[in-house]
């Protein structure tokens, strides 16, 4: 397949095969899904948003945890009912759950391909060969694929923030975690191919991108002639950074144990690089760290969060909690609640612990803590959270951020909701704005999930200037020891 950065966006044509698509999960697999249209729109397939006019149907699953799963299991009866009503009907099912129950699935009625997170650009010969009556099945890893030559298709709305893979798979083995056996190895894609498909959106009016990898810290791309030829995340970051000073910049997910001090000097660079990091910690116990295999102490991890506040004064920090680990003591739940009233994490994501089946915890570990206690646990660490996050947004009242407009709120037609640079949800009454604005909204009030102000002024292009003129004086007095 040649180089083909073009339409970007989905090209409806109801004389072609009808393609409908269904994602789940996280980031990484709504930039998947985009990669699927984009194969699929180049062998002449066109998408569809209704179910009932699709000739294709593909889901992209998610096996994070089992309900996941269920969901999808509950989606597939329904695609068989489906096929009652079209028996030409063809379903596919990609993602996460292909490569973890591949002959489950194909056995499955309603199932007539299984496409593993590799093999994406097969789909039209797979489909070809299912429409001669064989079901497919394809999930052979390939530690070379990140799709780097194909033009993800957006189907978002907004038209205004897209995700851009730099990392594929992961080479980190948390022992809870079923990633690395369903998405692979890690491989890191080549930065001129990265610069081009941020460029590509630039040119058709995006106006944030979001560098995703399981874990972007560890991206690392060497040039196969020259060896000393190569590039860092910081140098990443710095790349996607120049191409545009009104450009967002965000990144997800990074990892603890291989943030560099280089990532943040960069974010303190450039002003269009968003203060907020995510930086999931997952437990406050030493004992049950060592045990999910995550390769950093909690002590580490405070000192991590010292160096990003030392070095970014006003970055936002969100983590990611699982509740009731194998062997999670009272102690070690204890000990994850006293550090989260040490970080005060802006945002978070919050879990029970799910038991992954061919996962290292699945293997070696009892799933002994009862439902009812991770539950509990959970609500515990939920509620301290909610009260930590509403303390944050409480001490954004009278402050202005800069705001880019996504779409309108969900409270209110008259309203517009946007993120700040540290990543929170503002949201205020529309004015003379639109989408894709960059408004300074000043915060009057607030809930623990939103920001709630009014736009002050617009902000012409020009004033980032000034804005990267603040930074680089602020530059020039380095953090005083
Ligand atoms: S870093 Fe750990 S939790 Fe994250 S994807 Fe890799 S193995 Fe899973």
């Known amino acids: 397949m040649t180089n083909k950065f073009h339409t970007i966006r989905p090209v409806p044509n109801a004389l072609l095969p009808q393609l409908y698509i269904e994602t ?8 998947d899904s985009e990669v699927v249209v984009s194969v699929m729109q180049d062998a002449g397939y066109s998408l569809c948003q209704e179910m009932d006019k699709a000739d294709v149907i593909l889901v992209n699953t998610c096996s994070i945890r089992d309900n ?3 969901r999808i299991l509950g989606r597939l009866d329904l695609f068989r009912l489906q096929k009652k009503k079209k028996p030409a009907l063809k379903v596919g099912v990609l993602g996460c759950m292909a490569g973890r129950l591949e002959k489950e699935l194909l056995n499955h009625v309603a199932v007539d391909l299984v496409v593993g997170t590799d093999a994406y650009r097969q789909l039209p010969k797979l489909l070809e060969a299912v429409s001669q009556g064989n079901k497919q099945i394809e999930t052979r890893f390939n530690p070379q694929e990140n799709y780097a030559d194909i033009s993800p298709v957006r189907m978002d709305t907004n038209g205004v923030s897209a995700f851009v893979s730099i990392t594929r798979g992961c080479n980190n083995a948390c022992a809870y975690c079923v990633v690395p056996f369903v998405r692979g190895q890690e491989r890191s894609r080549d930065p001129q191919s990265i610069e081009r498909e941020v460029i590509e959106l630039v040119a058709n009016g995006y106006k944030e ?7 972007v810290d560890s991206y690392l791309w060497a040039d196969s002639h020259d060896p000393t030829k190569y590039l860092n995340f910081a140098q990443l970051l710095e790349l996607v950074a ?10 997800l997910t990074s990892h603890p144990k291989d943030m560099s001090s280089g990532v943040l000097y960069t974010m303190a660079m450039y002003p269009n690089i968003c203060n907020h990091i995510h930086l999931p910690v997952q437990s406050g116990s030493n ?3 060592k045990k999910m295999n995550r390769k950093y102490t909690r002590e580490e991890y405070l000192e991590r969060i010292k160096t990003i506040r030392e070095i970014l004064p006003d970055c936002a920090v969100s983590g990611d909690f699982i509740a009731g680990f194998c062997d999670e003591t009272p102690q070690d739940h204890a000990n994850t609640l006293s550090l989260m009233n040490q970080v005060k994490f802006d945002q978070a994501f919050m879990f029970q612990y799910s038991e992954r089946p061919g996962t290292k915890a699945a293997k070696m570990y009892q799933d002994n803590v009862p439902e009812e206690v991770k539950t509990q646990r959970l609500n515990e660490i939920i509620a301290l959270q909610n ?4 303390e944050s947004n409480r001490r ?3 402050k202005t951020f800069e705001v880019l407009i996504e779409g309108p709120s969900k409270r209110s037609p008259l309203e517009y909701f946007g993120r700040s640079p540290q990543n929170k949800v503002c949201v205020f009454p ?8 960059y408004v300074q909204v000043t915060i009057h009030n607030c809930s623990s999930a939103t920001l709630i102000g009014a736009i002050t002024e617009d902000l012409p292009a020009a004033g980032l200037g000034s804005r990267i003129r603040s930074h680089i004086s602020k530059l020039a007095h380095p953090i005083q020891p």
């Open 24 to 31: 789940y999960g996280c980031q990484m697999n709504v930039n």
């Open 242 to 251: 120049l191409i545009d000073p009104k450009l967002r910049v965000r990144f």
């Open 387 to 390: 009260q930590i996050s509403l």
């Open 396 to 398: 954004d009242i009278g």
């Open 209 to 215: 991108v979001c560098l995703l990898g399981q874990n």
């Open 287 to 289: 004992q049950i760290l």
């Open 430 to 437: 529309k004015e003379n704005s639109k989408v894709g604005d």
């Open 68 to 70: 996941a799963e269920q």
